[in-house]
């Protein structure tokens, strides 16, 4: 079910900061997943930036339906989500869902079922349904599409490229 694969380092200039309050948030959406077995499912998004530092202002918790060992959304699910992005004026910077788990690593599913494939999106892995946070952020899988697949970043890279941070306003969005 899942394949271990080779940690990248890229040689970028990508910088990502995320409000630690989107953070918070998220966690409480998965934890509430998780406390009745289920995966969990948000979407990140930030106001749309002209150089390389993607700033994460906001989280949107779709509607999902989910399980155990996985969650689905559909087309109308996706359009609202779309929606909420071109109210708020953001652009689409990441998903994240939780495992059971400790394994962060994206399994075939998570490669081929992921609903919005772009260059550079990121998926984010969290563990053991939230349960134990996602700070630091290398204990979650931090997965960006690249060329048609998803590959996970090294944590080298996680500790230079990410940083939470107090200092950004956050917006939130239930869409359960």
Known sequence: MFKKKR????KD??????A????????SILRDYGNNGDEGLLYWAGAP??????????AI???????????????EDNGNYVECLMDAERIHF????????????????????TAFKSQNLLSIVVPSF???????????????????????????Y?????????SITPFYKDLR
């Open 130 to 156: 939230g349960e134990i946070g996602m700070v630091p952020l290398e204990i979650c899988g931090i997965h960006r599409f690249n060329q048609g697949k998803f590959f996970r970043l090294s944590n080298r």
């Open 7 to 10: 940690r990248l380092t890229p």
């Open 158 to 166: 996680i500790k230079e490229h990410f940083e939470i941070t107090n």
């Open 13 to 18: 200039d990508f910088y990502y900061k995320i």
């Open 49 to 58: 930036t002209y150089n390389n530092t993607f700033v994460i202002d906001m």
């Open 61 to 75: 918790a779709p509607h999902v339906t989910s399980s155990r060992y996985g969650f689905q959304t559909n087309h």
């Open 20 to 27: 630690a309050d989107v953070v918070e948030w998220t966690i």
């Open 94 to 113: 990441a998903q994240v869902h939780s495992h059971p788990r400790t394994i962060v690593d994206h399994s075939w599913i998570d490669d081929t079922e």
